[in-house]
Structure formats: C-alpha cells, structure tokens
C-alpha cells in the first residue's frame, strides 16, 4: 500500500519536473507508531520502493533518507502528517534572490501568497529548524539554492503545493517580474 | 465511455504541460438532458473518474468541480458543446501585462487571431459572465493570472484550442514579443 | 507495418515536445506506386492511424492532410523518400526574426550549418514551391512562423534532423544569441 | 541483463530530456575483459539494444558508437567505470561563454563546484584527451558546444551527475548568472 502511494506520488513529481535523477524525498507519520515512514537514500523516488521508519527520537536506520532530521523536526514541532522535499527548478531560481516569493497567479495568491525562503546546508540542524518552523506557520516553504518542503494532511497535498509553488515561479520568471518581488 | 473519452483529454493535457497536479477541469453537455457533465473538485485531469452532472439551473452537487458556475454560464450563453479549463504557464504569464493576446505564429494567426484577456476572481459572478461573454464570440478566453477557457464542438476541439494558445504564448515569450503585443 | 512506424515516429514527436495537439503530418514514397502515404487531416501524430495514399498527380483523397500540396511538391523536385513537418517551438520563435539559422552547437554546426527560412502561408502554392527548393539542397528548411519540414531517406533520418534543428534553436535563444545569428 | 542496464539509464536521460534524437551514448567496463562495452552507432538510447564491445586496444567494430574514441581514453586513463555522454540543452549553452561552470545551487556546489569546459571536435584525438584528463580529476566534463561526458562506478552514477550538470546550468540561466559566472 504505503510504496504504492509513494510511487504514485513519485511519479507525478517526475512527470512535472519537479525532482531529477536519485533527489528528493518524501514520508509520512506512522499510523499508532512514535515515527514516520521515509524514502531511502539515494533511492529514485518513483522507485516504489518501500519507505523506511525512522522514530522521533533516536537514531535512524542508515538506509533512511540523509535528510530524516529535517522530517523529524518538522513532526515535532507541526500537525503536518506528510511531507514532499522537491527540487523544483524555476522555484529554486527564484529563491537565489529573494527572501519571500509572492506569486502573481491567482492560484498562487489564494493558497501561499507568501513563501518564505530560508537558508541552512542540507544536513545541518540550521536547515531543520529554520524549515520546522516555516511549516508551522503554513505548508511550503524554499529553502535557498536547496528546494522546497512541502507539507500537509496527505502527500498528495504536499505534492500540490509544491507544484503550485514551482508554477508560480515559473509565471514570476516567464512574464519578467522575478527581481521586482522582494 | 465518458469516463475514458475525459480521460484522454486529460492525459493530453498533462503531457504537453498544460496543466498541473489536481487544476483545471472540463465538461461536456449532457445529451438529452439539461444540464452537463463536469470533473469532480480536486481529481486530477487524468484520474479517469467519471465526471458530475450538473444541471443548468439550480443546485450542483458538492462534488462537481468548484468552477461549475463558469461552465454553466458559457452553456447557457452559447452553443458550445464542451469546455477545457487549463492552466497553461506560457499564456497565464502572457495575461498579467495584456489586454489581448495576438499570437505570431501561422497557427495562432490563423484560428485565434485576437485572444481576449478578462478578469475575475474564481467562484464569482464576474469570472462567469466574463468568459461566457468571450466564449460566445470565440472559442477560447484567458482570465488574468489564472488560466485558459477554451470551447467547442468537443473536448478534442477545446483541448486545441487550449494548446494553440499556449504554444501562441510560447513563440510571443520566446521571441522576444511579449512586451510589444498590447 | 506502415502505421505502427508512423506511430513509433509520431511518439517520438510528441515526447520531445516537437509537435503538440493534432498538428503536423508526416508522409512516406509509396513503393513501387506513383505517390506517397501521408497523415490524415486532423490526426494526432501519434494515434497509429493509417495513412493516405496520394498520386504525384491528380486529386488527393479528402481525408489526406491539408499540406499534402508541400510534400507532393518535395516528392516531384527531390530524392528524398520521407517527410516529417513538425512545429517546434523554439525553431518557429527563432524564425520570425531570422532569414537564415545558423546553429552554435557541434551537431547543428555539422549537420546543418545553415537552416533556410522561408515564406509562404499554408495551404499556398508559394510554401510549396520554397519548401520543394529548399529541401532539393538540403534536408531541413524552416517556414517562418509556421514549423519546420524536414526530409531523408526515411521518417527516422526526417525525425532526426528536426530533432537537431529544434536543438541548435534552444542553444541560440538559451544563449542569448538569437539577434546576432542572421 | 545489461541491455536492460543500459535502457533503464536510457529511459531516464530521454525522460529529463537530457538527450533527444539519436544522440548521446553510454558505455561501461566489460568485467574480466580488456575492453568496454558502449551502445550502437545511431542507436537510440532508450532502444534496449545490446552495447557492443570494444578493447582498449586495436580496432573497434564498424557499429560501435563513432565516439568509442572518447570512452576508450577515459577508461585506459582513469578508474572509472561507466560514462554517459548526454546532450543537456542548458549545460551546452552555458558552454559556450564559460570556462568553467561554477553551480549556485546546493546539489551542485557541493557534488560539482568546478565544472571544467574544454574543446574538440567530435571524433577527434583532442577531445578524447582533454576528456580523459578532466574525468582522471572529477566525475564530468562539458565539451564546448557539444555536451557532458559524465562518469563514475556505474552508469546511474554517470547518469546523477549529467543530472546534475543540466539542473545547476538551469539554474544559472534561469536566475540571470549565467554571464556572471566565469
């Protein structure tokens, strides 16, 4: 069931362009278990692979994804049951240059008219705290020159909210209004 | 039957771009009856999930695609026989600086010399009225910032009609044009 | 036979994005009859249908491509035994404002130094004739605004080169060359 | 088994659009011979033919890919074992106005943060050495114009890192650096 609907989801990401080669990663909250269930590491994520549970406290199994911290805090420290970590290219473009990124299509303006854009080195506890926190206050958040986290009740919300990010900025690039935003 | 034909529209629509994750809907009238078929609020365009009937007047169901009203408006208003609602991201970016929209290549020249670009909230009364007004002169619209209304005699019709005038949008941006077409 | 590699080229076609909707045709010498097989009007390049056989002289049946005047023009004036007209984008948006393209890149340098830019709309005698005289010295020529025809021995090598010329076209827009190339 | 390898890696550079045509060519070390095994002359990559095997010594057969030249220096020069040579449309145009390619995104800074560009025409002894050379100190190389020879311990390896190479020019284009960065 679970690596089916992480295949799903992985290959919708695929299809749209919002990951590439073995990047990105995924999970979801363990039903009636203190962990969450994630991609492993290296793995192509519309693999269908079977995730990996990691606790919330403690170590991780090494065959999880290396991003786990940042899933963890965000758990801690959110409602969220599901999160999508993509890297989209028009919105990582975006992120180089802005510290907020406010969408002008009408999609974008309804349901996250203002991305924070963070900073932090994948792998650092900088990126965890600094991404835990944007997702408390709402579902996506860029981190810079990194990708999106993206989260929510399913992993299908968490996967439309990163799409919905990316074709913002790809509309903010395309009709030339990238540097007018911050 | 529906189900398929909807279907592969919708797989249409995803491989060339035009939409992404759960947007955009569409709708066929209903043979013999008063009212239309339309997609279900949040499927994807490729789920093949058999679409709502909604009739022409009075209440919708609460699955039918929340943009119901825009779709029972052109109905009402034209001859039309089905609608596409996309998001292409080429003409959306053409939309937020443009009044019109006239393409420049031989295709766009051709069939949609003059694309209109109204405005309008999703779910309002304007939105509705706008692109019933535009559809019963033509066969496709833009609302500004949000995405395409095309129409026709089919869902194939409405599906190119779609495609032309993001390819139209495409060649305007990739030449350079975008700017000087108002 | 001659369906299947129709539709094993006109995936190819759809896949890197060298058509879109229901334009574009494709046609191949008849063997040993005096005509060819085209596209039918309307079809998707990649729906496996059967081409129509049309005679080097007379009616064509109603059910062959529009364009069928270019390739009977191309069959009469050339050795080539196969035709690929596609509308890449990059290609057309690199025509409008160029009278010839010369690509920057290894292959299109190789392959195609220089890409003829005709006129002509469809449908005409004059797109005809250009596109006959252009293919009689090469196997690429692109029709401003329009798309681009290509010729060979067969759809593949036809495929191939426009394949190449919508490549050499993105390197010249993606690199800032676009008005410093006529 | 391996011309399964190789249309899975295939399958995937088609699907980025890391290679288009008949382009781009993959080879990885024949275990226990003294040799390699590379795709077809004018194969497509994602056709699932066997790769045919040259030594690293003496002649080629006549439908080995006409680049075995290039794969053969490598191979006698390094410790690798696999190469992907890819055509990425952003990673050549950046090419052609940079000596080096200097990533802004995190993946890229971190995997890659000096991309070498050297010259050669394709086919001859300078390629092959200026390759080899860069390849003996990082795991890709951009030939000037004409694309990414990428390598590692195996073929998806080689594949990750042309990934690589195209998102982080992506990045660079799509941002506006890309002449700020030599």
Redo the contacts between chains.
Sequence with gaps: MLDQEFKRIGD?L???GLV????GNMSVRAEGEAGFRITRTGAYLDSGEMPVFVPYEGNAPPEASSEYRVHRAVYRATPHRAIVHA?P??A???S??LEVIRP????G??LCPEIPVVTG??GTDEIAKNVAEALFRGNIVM?R??GTFAAGKTL?EA??YT??A??AC??L??????RGVA
Excluded at 104 to 107: F, L, N, R
């Design positions: 919708r695929f299809s749209e590439g080669a073995n990047f890297h290219v028009h990582v473009a975006a180089l240059d002008a299509d009408s999609e303006r309804l080195e994948p981190v020159g990194h299908d996967y439309i799409s919905i990316e074709y790809r509309i690039i395309l009709s030339g209004r990238l």
